[in-house]
């Protein structure tokens, strides 16, 4: 009985010497088709939209599956057949961890993909992980629009993460966490070239605070500006590779949550979306989702208004929102200067 059992743990051991964790499925699926990891896993959470797990929820997020509500685990997005393998069902991140041979950590450039990147380094940091374990691949790309084929030659750099590495991203995420953005602000002024897209991120994240000017963020200004010609048609305006919104905070579901908030407000900047709200029950209803493709948005005045800077967005529409830690108000309302890359606290 000991041999077999020997036996197996050596065989789970040989099935997974390979752990390549990403954040998203489509990053998952052409990774492991280009054969880059025995098995590939793939932490999807949106850190950027919302708030926050709490500190408990943060804490038991990466631990072995107990009582967790879904959602709330790390593998709660792997597909069913993956938690068949062996050694991976119900297991926490650093169990994982000890069952593989090399772990490496292929991260996008998007800014959630390098929250969750930061949010994992912290919890390995509190765990006393040997980080001359972990390797993190330099990405300056998307992986999941890459064929898997040519994936699968790309020479994207390795670094080995130091105990550095892991000092830094704890201090980026629990800027991030912060009630205010002043954190993350006052990060922009350090050497963050150990995460060489740390910098880009924070900053991308500074922009979707409300303008000091506009009161909008970057990625609703872009809104107005695809919209400001007229007669436009709502995923034509869209984050996509085919469309000139080349924002990537903010996903489909959060872009059109954005687009409502502009369009279905007290004083609107935007007119003519046809339907709505942009949920589920909508997608699911043809023709409620066919009368929204349709819809043509222009500008309302007040919209010319605001993209031009001569009107406030917030000052005639409620603001309820995170950003992080932070919960953004009209009473409670930060603001971050894009041409003086300064954060303006509230008045």
């Given at each position: 009985m000991a041999l077999g059992l020997c036996f197996d743990e050596a065989l789970k051991r040989a099935a997974m010497t390979r752990l390549v964790l990403t954040t998203d499925s489509s990053a998952a699926g052409a990774l492991e088709q280009a054969g880059l990891g025995d098995l590939v896993l793939a932490i999807e959470r949106r850190l950027v939209w919302g708030?926050?797990?709490s500190g408990a929820e943060l804490e038991t997020f990466f631990a072995p599956r107990t009582t967790q509500p879904h959602g709330l685990h790390w593998l709660d997005d792997t597909p069913r057949w993956h938690l068949q393998e062996p050694g991976v069902k119900d297991h926490g991140l650093i169990e994982l961890f000890s069952d593989c041979d090399t772990v490496e950590l292929w991260m996008g450039p998007d800014p959630n993909a390098q929250l969750i990147l930061l949010w994992l380094l912290d919890h390995c940091r509190s765990e006393g992980v040997a980080v001359s374990e972990l390797v993190m691949r330099r990405?300056?790309?998307?992986v999941g629009d890459i064929d898997p084929q040519r994936l699968a030659k790309l020479d994207q750099q390795a670094v080995r993460l130091t105990q550095?590495?892991?000092e830094l991203a704890s201090r980026a995420w629990r800027a991030y966490r912060a009630p205010t953005p002043r954190a993350v602000s006052e990060l922009l002024n350090d050497d963050l070239s150990m995460l060489p897209q740390l910098g880009r991120c924070l900053l991308d994240l500074l922009e979707e605070l409300p303008d000091v000017t506009?009161?909008?963020g970057a990625t609703e200004t872009r809104l107005l500006e695809l919209v400001a010609p007229g007669n436009v048609q709502p995923f034509n305006i869209f984050p996509r590779?085919?469309?000139p919104?080349?924002?990537r905070v903010f996903d489909y579901w959060e872009v059109g949550a954005l687009l409502d908030g502009l369009a279905r407000c007290p004083v609107p900047a935007v007119t003519g979306l046809d339907e709505g709200p942009f949920s589920l029950d909508m997608h699911n209803d043809a023709s409620r989702h066919a009368r929204y493709k349709q819809s043509h948005l222009s500008l309302t005045d007040f919209g010319k208004a605001v993209l031009a800077g001569s009107e406030d967005f917030g000052r005639h529409n409620p603001i309820d929102r995170w950003w992080g830690g932070t919960h953004l108000t009209n009473d409670r309302l930060w603001r971050w200067g894009r041409a003086?890359?300064?954060?303006?606290?509230?008045?």
């Open positions: 708030p926050l797990p990405l300056d790309i998307t550095d590495h892991l506009t009161g909008l590779h085919d469309t919104n080349a924002r003086s890359r300064a954060l303006v606290p509230p008045v």
